[in-house]
Structures are given as C-alpha cells and as structure tokens.
C-alpha cells in the first residue's frame, strides 16, 4: 500500500475546496441535502419514487426481492425501454424536440428529433422482426458513432431482443469471441467509418469474424461511407433499403422489468471478458435517475456526453438516460483533434452545450495541448462539467475547471462500472462542495464503504477495499453464461451481500472517496478497461513468444501505460521489427487500444518457485522503483538482468 500512500498524499496536497456556486443553486433540482436523509430513511421507497417517473405497462408488485447475492427490482412490473426514450414524449407533443445533434468527423451535420427517432427505430425494429429476431434473441452491434448505432439498440429494446455492443475499436477477433459467446443471431454493422481522417473497414472486420460464427443469420450494414466491401447473398442486407420496406409503427413488446435488456463485455482478471447483463426495469430506473440528478438536467439543456457507445458510458449517459430524460445531446463521430485540436470546443460553440462529461485522459490531453484551443471558442453556454473513467489528479480538475468550465461550472467527478450501469459515487452539483480529484460521495440510497482485508470498515481517514452493502437497481444481474462467474468475482470476498468492486479508495476526514485505481490485474489506459492477462495472450497468440508478463505504469496522458516484458522462443532476435510485428498482433487480437507502449525483450522472466511470473517487480522495474524482495524467486538474477536493460534503455517505445 505504500504506493497508495504517496498517492494519496500527493492528492490530498490540493486541499482546494469549491464550494457549489450560488447562481447555479438557484436554478438547481437538488439545492439541499435532504435527498440523501430521505434515501438513507428508506432506500427502497427512493428508488420506487423515482422509478415512478417512468412508463409502465404493469405497476410492479414488490420494489426488491434480495436472496444475497441474487437481486431482482421491481417485481412484477413490466415496462419497454424504447418506449420510455421515445413514444411517451412524442405522446405528451415532445416530438419536435431534438433528440440528437449529430455531427460526422468530416463535418456533416444531422439534427434528430425524438418522432424522427421514433420513426426510424420502429422501421428497424420491423425490420429485424421480419428477419427473425424476437423476444430472447440477442443482435450483436458493431458500429461507429453513428445515428444508427442508438437507432439499432432502441429498435433491439423495442423488440425485446437483448443487443451486444461491441466498440468499433475492437478487432474481428474480439468481435468473433463476443459474438460467440452471446450467439447471436444477427449483426448490425457498417461499411466504413472515420477516425482521424482515415477509413476504419468494419464491415471487412466483420465478414474475417463472422467466418467463425456460426449463430449469425443475418448482417445488415449501415451505408456510411461508401467503400468497398464483400456481399453475401443472402445473408447481407442494406439497412437503408430494410428500413424503406418497414412501415414506421411496432408495438412495444410489454417486458418483464428483469428481462434482459442488454449484454455489454467488459475485461476481468482473466483472458475471456466478462458478458455483463443489464435489465430492464431497475436498470431504466437507475439510468434515469443519476442522469437527471446528477447533471442537473433541465428542459433547454444541449447535453453532451463525449464517451462512445461502445462502452457503458454510453450506454447509460448517450441512450438509455438522456433520451428517457427527453433531453437534447450532441453525438460527435470523431477524434478530438481532427482536423484540428479544437474540434470539440466548435462543436460545442455551435451547439451551445451547456454540459460536458468526458474522461479524465481526454482532459489531460486538452491540457497538453493547450488553452488556446478552447480559447478559440466561446464556451460561455456551458453550466456543468464531468468526469468518468479514472481518478482525475487534481492538476488536471483543476485546468478543465478553469479553461473549459470559464471558473464557473461544478465538475462531477462521477465513480462506477460497467457492471454497476449508473454512477453510483458523485456529488449532486448544486449541494456538494468539491474537493478536485475527489468522487465526493454516494449517490442517494447507495451505500459504499472501505474495508480491510477482513472485511471491517475502515475509520475516516484510512484506505482499502472499496464495496457496497446493498443492492442498487442497476447492478448487473449475472455474467452472460456464466453465474458462477459473477459470484466468485464480486461476492465471494465477504460474503454474497457485499459487492467488491475491485477498486483501492480512501476516505477523507469528510466521509470523501478518493479512488485509488484497480486492485486487480486490471489496468485502465485512456479510460478503457484492459486485462493484464489478455493482452500477454494476445503476445503469447504469436508463433515467435515463448512468454510475456504485462504491467501498466503511470503515464501522464492516457493513466496507465502499457509495458509488456517478453521472452522469445530461441532463434528469434528482439529488435524493433519484432516489436512492430507484436504491437500489430495485439491489436489484431484485442484492438489498437491494447498495443503495449514499451515492449522490453528479456531472457526470462521474475518467477516464484512455483512458477508464477513475479508481477510485482515487473512494476517496480517499469516504474524505475528500487527492487523490492527477491529471495522468493527461483531465478533472481534475471531481475537484475532487466532493471539492468531499462536503466540502459534496451526496449523499444512508441
Ligand atoms: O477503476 C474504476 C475506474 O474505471 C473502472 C470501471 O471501468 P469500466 O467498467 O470500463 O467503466 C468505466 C466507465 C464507468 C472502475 O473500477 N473508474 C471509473 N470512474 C472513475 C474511476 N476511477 C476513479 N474515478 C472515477 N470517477
């Protein structure tokens, strides 16, 4: 922990603290505290209240149902996700509204209304009945940010049919092992999309995974941008001819409020990701709730979430909750600095965005590249900023406060995960002063504590394991296909009514979290979530490796940078076109995301007698760290051998 320590200590040196500013509490929906005294009172009756501000076909039965570590919200209700982001507006005359200002990277424009939406979501959901997709059947989605990519999952929730977003990103081989192991029937795709400037072919991605997954019946490409692609017959289909042949009219399929509305991967401890399942009702519940609470969402609000569909960012704070909240949001397609580093700040000068959330990688980038590009534009509109992803350091709260936020919008600092499908840990921006590179404290009703090893909550002051004691409605109900899973990950540590989240925290004399990062083999590099263990079976995966070990060290851009330790088998020889050839087939395997930013060739690796890689002084070495102990070690002349090559600077870094 003594790292944690120093971190810890490094933080707590900006003692700042911003208290919410007045006019922004006159006009705020939460201006006291009295929300949290009413939530702790009776959590139960607080999440029904606010699952009362949603459509329901059948009013729920009981408001929870808790056998540890099984839960189920809302039972006996039923309720369709689509309708509550779409037809319940259009039905109270919201149907002008804009649901979407979409821009593309080369500069067209798209306005959406929520009937617009509507519309094209019934199309699609009637198309994709019509090629045999109903209630159970899961549609994996591999897309850019497109309009169509929020049209796809809405016409999935429309049907009933469980949707598997998998980031454009990612490479075919990541496609092909989600899409298997969710058997899907069908994938919505599209020929081409834009990042910086070049073409990322995703549908040729999909036709190399697809020849290795025998559950697709069906591909429907989305037409973006024109490039040349393979068509089977039979099997491909246009989305633009589908939707022309569907009328725009699908009843909602009435859906148990724990049915299953979509399965999103993420990475765990080991080489096989996780299939995350979100419901229904609690989820739609949670989603909407934190995203009108915590972002203050208004009427006139231009909401802009600058994350990807692709993760659970989206999802909840792009999709679900925006458009349940009938609230207008920019939708980017692009990279932040294409064409140039001021693209964001345009973007949101020409819609006047009023609130920003993005991650703390991207904030850091800004940072490095300098005020002058916001300073371009005038950011004046905006009231209220965020963050998510990883801990923010407080340099860095501090610049997105000043330059973006003009010194005089809150920025909530918002803690979750995939698995827990709303933020559960953040300020209300109207009541909760802020300490920068701190997530504050609870949302209402969320109870989160710091416990030791044992499991006793730890006093003010003191860190450890961050867990939480009971049930919210949008904590992921099981791990596709695989229950046990899901226990032995984040309840088996203390018990089947605690819920490990895998995070070190701290809290401040205060009652303050402060996050500490991962606890696990997890890293978390520019905001995206990568399994140690992946990535060195992505190096392993290659005919010239005989063995890697992957550590992340703390980069001042993207969080954690990757370093990758590497053995060859005998007859290869480490030099940069190795390294070349490695770093390009880990982004074959996982994606470009996962390429190691330093690969250090070795002879052999730090191992216990038993054989385990010595991970722990893989860090030491990568982080330039005195060695700590290394009498357990079979061979520990080897360490000295690496710290040797680092120090003299045998790697190759890109
Ligand atoms: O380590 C925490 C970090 O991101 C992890 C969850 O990653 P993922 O499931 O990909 O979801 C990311 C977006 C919700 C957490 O275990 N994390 C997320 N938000 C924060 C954070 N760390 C510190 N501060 C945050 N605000």
Same mark, same amino acid.
């Given at each position: 922990?003594?790292?944690?320590?120093?971190?810890?200590?490094?933080?707590?040196?900006?003692?700042? !603290?911003?208290?919410?500013?007045?006019?922004? !509490?006159?006009?705020?929906?939460?201006?006291?505290?009295?929300?949290?005294?009413?939530?702790?009172?009776?959590?139960?009756?607080?999440?029904?209240?606010?699952?009362?501000?949603?459509?329901?076909?059948?009013?729920?039965?009981?408001?929870?149902?808790?056998?540890?570590?099984?839960?189920?919200?809302?039972?006996?209700?039923?309720?369709?996700?689509?309708?509550?982001?779409?037809?319940?507006?259009?039905?109270?005359?919201?149907?002008?509204?804009?649901?979407?200002?979409?821009?593309?990277?080369?500069?067209?424009?798209?306005?959406?209304? +929520?009937?617009?939406?509507?519309?094209? !979501?019934?199309?699609?959901?009637?198309?994709?009945?019509?090629?045999?997709?109903?209630?159970?059947?899961?549609?994996?989605?591999?897309?850019?940010?497109?309009?169509?990519?929020?049209?796809?999952?809405?016409?999935?929730?429309?049907?009933?049919?469980?949707?598997?977003?998998?980031?454009?990103?990612?490479?075919?081989?990541?496609?092909?092992?989600?899409?298997?192991?969710?058997?899907?029937?069908?994938?919505?795709?599209?020929?081409?999309? +834009?990042?910086?400037?070049?073409?990322?072919?995703?549908?040729?991605?999909?036709?190399?995974?697809?020849?290795?997954?025998?559950?697709?019946?069906?591909?429907?490409?989305?037409?973006?941008?024109?490039?040349?692609?393979?068509?089977?017959?039979?099997?491909?289909?246009?989305?633009?001819?589908?939707?022309?042949?569907?009328?725009?009219?699908?009843?909602?399929?009435?859906?148990?409020?724990?049915?299953?509305?979509?399965?999103?991967?993420?990475?765990?401890?080991?080489?096989?990701?996780?299939?995350?399942?979100?419901?229904?009702?609690?989820?739609?519940?949670?989603?909407?709730?934190?995203?009108?609470?915590?972002?203050?969402?208004?009427?006139?609000?231009?909401?802009?979430?600058?994350?990807?569909?692709?993760?659970?960012?989206?999802?909840?704070?792009?999709? +679900?909750?925006?458009?349940?909240?009938?609230?207008?949001? !920019?939708?980017?397609?692009?990279?932040?600095?294409?064409?140039?580093?001021?693209?964001?700040?345009?973007?949101?000068?020409?819609?006047?965005?009023?609130?920003?959330?993005?991650?703390p990688t991207a904030i850091r980038a800004f940072m490095r590249w300098g005020p002058e590009h916001p300073e371009k534009h005038d950011l004046s509109?905006?009231?209220?900023?965020?963050?998510?992803?990883?801990?923010?350091?407080?340099?860095?709260?501090?610049?997105?406060?000043?330059?973006?936020?003009?010194?005089?919008?809150?920025?909530?600092?918002?803690?979750?995960?995939?698995?827990?499908?709303?933020?559960?840990?953040?300020?209300?921006?109207?009541?909760?002063?802020?300490?920068?590179?701190?997530?504050?404290?609870?949302?209402?009703?969320?109870?989160?504590?710091?416990?030791?090893?044992?499991?006793?909550?730890?006093?003010?002051?003191?860190?450890?394991?961050?867990?939480?004691?009971?049930?919210?409605?949008?904590?992921?109900?099981?791990?596709?296909?695989?229950?046990?899973?899901?226990?032995?990950?984040?309840?088996?540590?203390?018990?089947?009514?605690?819920?490990?989240?895998?995070?070190?925290?701290?809290?401040?004399?205060?009652?303050?979290?402060?996050?500490?990062?991962?606890?696990?083999?997890?890293?978390?590099?520019?905001?995206?979530?990568?399994?140690?263990?992946?990535?060195?079976?992505?190096?392993?995966?290659?005919?010239?490796?005989a063995e890697a070990a992957v550590v992340s060290r703390p980069d001042d851009v993207v969080g954690e940078a990757i370093v990758a330790?590497?053995?060859?088998?005998?007859?290869?020889?480490?030099?940069?076109?190795?390294?070349?050839?490695?770093?390009?087939?880990?982004?074959?395997?996982?994606?470009?995301?996962?390429?190691?930013?330093?690969?250090?060739?070795?002879?052999?690796?730090?191992?216990?007698?038993?054989?385990?890689?010595?991970?722990?002084?893989?860090?030491?070495?990568?982080?330039?760290?005195?060695?700590?102990?290394?009498?357990?070690?079979?061979?520990?002349?080897?360490?000295?051998?690496?710290?040797?090559?680092?120090?003299?600077?045998?790697?190759?870094?890109?």
């Open positions: 922990m003594a790292e944690a320590h120093q971190h810890i200590a490094a933080l707590l040196s900006e003692e700042r !603290v911003f208290e919410p500013p007045p006019d922004f !509490v006159a006009g705020a929906l939460v201006k006291d505290r009295s929300i949290y005294e009413r939530a702790e009172a009776d959590y139960q009756a607080f999440w029904a209240k606010q699952a009362e501000r949603l459509a329901w076909f059948r009013r729920w039965e009981s408001v929870m149902d808790w056998q540890p570590p099984w839960v189920k919200w809302f039972v006996g209700g039923t309720l369709n996700a689509s309708f509550n982001c779409l037809d319940r507006h259009v039905e109270a005359g919201g149907g002008d509204k804009v649901a979407y200002h979409w821009e593309g990277e080369p500069g067209e424009q798209r306005t959406i209304t +929520y009937k617009e939406l509507l519309d094209e !979501v019934s199309r699609f959901a009637n198309a994709l009945k019509a090629l045999g997709v109903g209630r159970g059947d899961r549609v994996a989605i591999y897309l850019g940010m497109v309009p169509e990519l929020p049209v796809a999952m809405l016409a999935c929730a429309r049907i009933g049919a469980p949707h598997s977003v998998v980031f454009g990103g990612f490479s075919s081989d990541s496609l092909r092992d989600r899409i298997n192991d969710a058997e899907a029937k069908v994938l919505v795709t599209q020929d081409g999309g +834009y990042r910086r400037g070049a073409l990322v072919p995703l549908k040729a991605n999909a036709d190399e995974a697809l020849a290795e997954c025998p559950s697709i019946q069906h591909v429907v490409t989305v037409r973006r941008a024109g490039n040349e692609h393979a068509f089977t017959a039979g099997r491909d289909h246009w989305y633009h001819e589908l939707i022309e042949e569907q009328i725009p009219d699908c009843p909602p399929e009435e859906m148990d409020a724990e049915d299953p509305l979509y399965i999103l991967y993420t990475s765990g401890t080991t080489g096989k990701p996780k299939g995350i399942v979100h419901t229904t009702g609690g989820y739609m519940t949670a989603v909407t709730a934190t995203h009108r609470l915590i972002f203050d969402i208004h009427d006139d609000d231009v909401y802009w979430c600058a994350a990807d569909i692709g993760w659970v960012t989206g999802h909840s704070y792009i999709v +679900y909750g925006p458009l349940a909240n009938h609230t207008t949001s !920019v939708m980017y397609e692009g990279a932040p600095d294409w064409p140039d580093k001021d693209r964001l700040w345009s973007i949101a000068e020409r819609n006047r965005a009023t609130i920003l959330y993005t991650a509109s905006l009231r209220l900023l965020g963050t998510v992803g990883e801990p923010i350091n407080p340099e860095a709260w501090v610049w997105y406060w000043k330059y973006i936020g003009g010194g005089r919008c809150p920025i909530v600092d918002t803690w979750w995960q995939t698995e827990t499908g709303c933020i559960l840990i953040t300020p209300l921006p109207g009541v909760i002063p802020l300490k920068p590179g701190s997530a504050t404290l609870p949302f209402p009703g969320i109870q989160a504590d710091v416990v030791d090893e044992e499991g006793n909550s730890v006093p003010l002051g003191g860190g450890g394991y961050l867990v939480l004691k009971r049930p919210w409605p949008a904590i992921a109900r099981t791990i596709w296909g695989d229950p046990d899973r899901y226990v032995q990950t984040y309840f088996s540590k203390y018990g089947p009514d605690i819920y490990v989240a895998g995070d070190g925290a701290k809290r401040d004399e205060d009652g303050y979290f402060w996050l500490l990062g991962r606890i696990d083999d997890v890293m978390n590099v520019a905001g995206h979530r990568l399994s140690t263990y992946e990535i060195e079976s992505a190096l392993v995966d290659n005919p010239k490796v330790f590497v053995t060859l088998k005998s007859g290869y020889e480490g030099d940069e076109s190795v390294a070349a050839e490695l770093r390009e087939h880990v982004a074959k395997k996982i994606g470009k995301i996962a390429r190691p930013h330093a690969l250090i060739f070795t002879n052999d690796l730090p191992k216990t007698r038993s054989g385990k890689i010595m991970r722990r002084l893989l860090r030491d070495v990568a982080r330039g760290r005195p060695l700590g102990d290394v009498t357990t070690l079979a061979n520990a002349e080897v360490v000295e051998q690496i710290h040797d090559m680092v120090q003299t600077g045998a790697r190759t870094e890109e």
